[in-house]
């Protein structure tokens, strides 16, 4: 059991002490004061995930700073490793660097864990920087939920930039991209159908593509295969993409192309936000997570109500079995529980 989940560390009935020190320890910088903040709000307990959401609510003047960067790509492909020498150049310019996690599968398959410190060496070495694996909520929706509080402390406990790792599997990678500034898509060298990140539409979430591996017997192909994207790109751009996406090669192995990568990331974060393209995404993203939120408050409560749920999954049979539609189902539904 957790530290913060197992112990009374408060007798003050609404918790408002803990709620204090918290704080004072998150304003203080205080690592472990943040690893308590996230793990308060992650707590499947209620009055622990309160005690959360307080301290989120007391920190919330302090965030908003940070750099926040997505990282995206199959396993194996190498994020972490990737991750641990672009947080190492970061510390060593005097950045303070958290990295979180959203990788709903984890808990699931048993396979290697995101956010795994004994994955970034560098980056678990110094006290300077933060890592904290993926949430083990029971769905994407709250692994997403929690990491985008995770930021909020993250950024409230003054990390300059703060890394979301993900695994590269669909909408994982859709919710990482409504949490962050930029998001950088790692893909390898000639990996099969050479294109399939522009098929599965990745294209559409990725501010910048690397093509990760260029090294060895792998530099010229991950060459090729950057120009092949770049040459796609283009012909998508003429197709009506918004955004520049650009693509780059980097090796972590060999420390090629990170600086790149960085350089890009931080100067396409400072033209956001001067020119206010920062703001509105941030915005934009806020008031897609409310709704978000909002239509599951109001879902859960209605079909808490009584008969509601059972009503539901019938009129869901019939209209699967093809025997309702959709739209009248939903509208029988919303009537009769108005008629209760
Ligand atoms: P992740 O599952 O995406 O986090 O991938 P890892 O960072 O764990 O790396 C997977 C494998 O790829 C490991 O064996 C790494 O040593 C290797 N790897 C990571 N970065 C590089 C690189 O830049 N070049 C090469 N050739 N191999 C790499």
Not at 277 to 291: H, M, N, P, T, V
């Amino acid at each position: 059991m957790s530290e913060a989940e197992g112990t009374a560390v408060d007798d003050t009935p609404d918790g408002s002490a803990e709620v204090e020190a918290v704080v004072e320890g998150i304003q203080g910088r205080d690592r472990r004061a943040l690893a308590k903040a996230i793990t308060l709000i992650e707590s499947r307990r209620g009055d622990r995930a309160e005690v959360g959401q307080e301290v989120l609510e007391r920190v919330m003047p302090l965030t908003g700073g940070s750099i926040r960067l997505g990282v995206s790509g199959i396993p194996g492909v190498g994020k972490s490793t990737l991750i641990d020498a672009l947080g190492k150049l970061l510390l060593d310019r005097g950045q303070r660097v958290a990295v979180l996690a959203v990788d709903p599968s984890s808990t699931v398959s048993g396979g290697s864990i995101l956010g795994d410190k004994s994955r970034m060496p560098h980056l678990a070495a110094d006290e300077r920087a933060f890592i904290r694996p993926s949430p083990t909520a029971a769905n994407l929706g709250g692994v997403a939920r929690r990491t985008r509080e995770a930021i909020l402390l993250a950024e409230a406990a003054g990390y300059d930039v703060v890394l979301v790792e993900t695994v590269g599997v669909g909408q994982s990678e859709v919710e990482v991209a409504q949490m962050v500034d930029f998001f950088a898509l790692l893909l390898l060298p000639g990996s099969g159908d050479e294109l399939q990140g522009l098929k599965k539409g990745i294209v559409e979430l990725a501010d910048v593509i690397v093509i990760h591996k260029a090294d060895g017997d792998l530099a010229d192909q991950a060459r090729r295969t950057a120009n092949d994207y770049r040459a796609a790109l283009r012909y998508l751009g003429a197709s009506g993409t918004a955004r520049e996406v650009e693509v780059l090669t980097a090796s972590a192995h060999e420390g090629e192309g990170i600086e790149e990568l960085w350089s890009l990331v931080q100067e396409r974060w400072e033209k956001d936000r001067t020119s206010g393209a920062l703001d509105e995404r941030r915005r934009a993203q806020q008031r897609q997570w409310f709704r978000r939120l909002v239509e599951e408050k109001v879902m859960d409560e209605f079909l808490s109500r009584a008969g509601v749920a059972s009503r539901f999954e019938s009129l869901e049979s019939e209209v699967a079995a093809g025997r309702k539609t959709a739209g009248g189902a939903a509208d029988e539904l919303v009537a009769a529980t108005r008629s209760n």
